[in-house]
């Protein structure tokens, strides 16, 4: 009986061992006219439009937001925009897809939220515009949310760590270990290269470059237990390792039929427990 109670006194433990592991992505940008504010959304802006990139949710979905300025019309032309890793290219043109990728002086104010859960929000096309192009009335703004990136779990999981301690939403401090990267050393960094013009004949290129400045590898916090507003910035993604917990549930099925048996019989011989 002594055996029971034990294996019931570990359940908490081993249940609390067998979390997901996450690692939060950091994101930064080698941009000299991109600015990160302080959503952490990644804004470019001239006197027509202004373009602002957001990262923000489970692996990397790319929110691009293009609002017109002007008082005419823009179009930007997603068949000719592109997510750049390495030497390829993938059109932000088409249904929404993941991308499996491996490391082998004006005040600014905008009126869009960076939350990983705002839907892509198209105008659409007017008269013979293309399907792929959408047509951007003066001081309104479209958006695109057709990819996101996959990094290699295989790929973060390899990368050297150092122990770290960051608080959680409770203001709790949490051990966990961290990767830092300058854009020289980062594993990984990529492209936005987004078309935009007034004429078809005389378009304006837009280049962002990215890159992961920091990496934060734990088993003991979730993303709904960062702290303030962390798990809403656009800067910011996760990658999730799932538990395995087969092994675990195996043997805790196991110590509760055994325990089930062990009561039965005591009962059978008429041994009572309150």
């Given at each position: 009986?002594?055996?029971i109670f034990a294996a019931i006194l570990l359940i908490p433990l081993l249940l609390t061992s067998c979390s997901s592991t996450y690692f939060f992505s950091v994101l930064n940008t080698g941009t000299p006219y991109t600015e990160k504010?302080?959503?952490?959304?990644?804004?470019?802006?001239n006197d027509s439009l202004w373009i602002a990139h957001c990262f923000n949710g489970e692996n990397a979905p790319i929110?691009?937001?293009?609002?017109?300025?002007?008082?005419?019309?823009?179009?930007?032309?997603?068949?000719?925009?592109?997510?750049?890793?390495q030497d390829q290219a993938v059109s932000y043109a088409g249904k929404a897809s993941r991308i499996s990728i491996s490391t082998s002086s004006e005040t600014y104010h905008y009126p869009f939220s960076s939350s990983s859960e705002t839907q892509s929000i198209s105008i659409g096309s007017i008269g013979a515009t293309p399907s792929n192009v959408d047509f951007i009335p003066p001081r309104t703004k479209v958006s695109n949310a057709t990819l996101s990136l996959n990094l290699s779990l295989k790929?973060?999981?390899k990368l050297s760590y150092k122990n770290a301690k960051m608080g959680n939403k409770h203001q709790e401090s949490i051990d966990v270990k961290r990767a830092n990267f300058t854009p020289?050393?980062?594993?990984?960094?990529?492209?936005?290269?987004?078309?935009?013009?007034?004429?078809?004949e005389k378009p304006m290129v837009f280049e962002q470059d990215f890159y992961i400045?920091?990496?934060?590898?734990?088993?003991?916090?979730?993303p709904k237990n960062l702290p303030g507003d962390m798990s809403?910035?656009?800067?910011?993604?996760?990658?999730?390792?799932?538990?395995?917990?087969?092994?675990?549930?195996?043997?805790?099925?196991a110590t509760v039929?055994?325990?089930?048996?062990?009561?039965?019989?005591?009962?059978?011989?008429?041994?009572?427990y309150e």
């Open positions: 009986m002594k055996k504010v302080d959503n952490g959304d990644f804004v470019f802006e929110q691009i937001t293009v609002y017109n300025k002007l008082d005419t019309p823009l179009y930007v032309d997603w068949g000719k925009s592109a997510l750049i890793v790929d973060v999981e020289e050393d980062t594993p990984f960094s990529f492209t936005s290269y987004i078309t935009v013009y007034a004429v078809p400045s920091s990496l934060i590898k734990t088993n003991a916090m979730s809403q910035r656009g800067d910011m993604f996760f990658i999730e390792k799932p538990a395995n917990n087969t092994g675990w549930a195996i043997l805790l099925g039929v055994a325990g089930a048996a062990i009561l039965e019989t005591k009962a059978g011989n008429n041994y009572y």
